[in-house]
Nanobody, 124 residues
Framework: QVQLIESGGGLVQAGGSLRLSCAASGRTVSSRAMGWFRQSPGKDREFVASIDRSGENPYYGDSVKGRFAISRDNAKNTVFLQMNTLKPEDTAVYSC?????????????????WGHGRQVTVSS
């Protein structure tokens, strides 16, 4: 079993930056891809970013491409999401997840373990 603990996030003005971290415990996740999703009230869960097990191949949702960056530190069993040029529409609960395979996946069903999520609020 894998437990995921997210940290970071919070409140920021539009145009600002925030960083999310997600630390895995219980077993190593270095052989699996990892991802970030977000969900705001009344909306479906949205794919944000994923990264393969090597950390060399990030993949982004269209709405965050060019503004967000995903990275990982396999030695620390941790994945990060750097969020720049934030917009009010980025406001959501952000959750990290561990994929079922080593390959990036944009589908929620492709993930086996999920964190509880962190609130990110961007004010206009």
């Amino acid at each position: 079993q894998v437990q995921l603990i997210e940290s970071g996030g919070g409140l920021v003005q539009a145009g600002g930056s925030l960083r999310l971290s997600c630390a895995a415990s219980g077993r190593t996740v270095s052989s699996r891809a990892m991802g970030w999703f977000r969900q705001s009230p009344g909306k479906d869960r949205e794919f944000v970013a994923s990264i393969d097990r090597s950390g060399e191949n990030p993949y982004y949702g269209d709405s965050v491409k060019g503004r967000f960056a995903i990275s990982r530190d396999n030695a620390k069993n941790t994945v990060f999401l750097q969020m720049n040029t934030l917009k009010p529409e980025d406001t959501a609960v952000y959750s990290c997840a561990v994929a079922r395979s080593s390959y990036s996946d944009s589908r929620p069903g492709g993930y086996e373990y999920w964190g509880h999520g962190r609130q990110v609020t961007v004010s206009s």
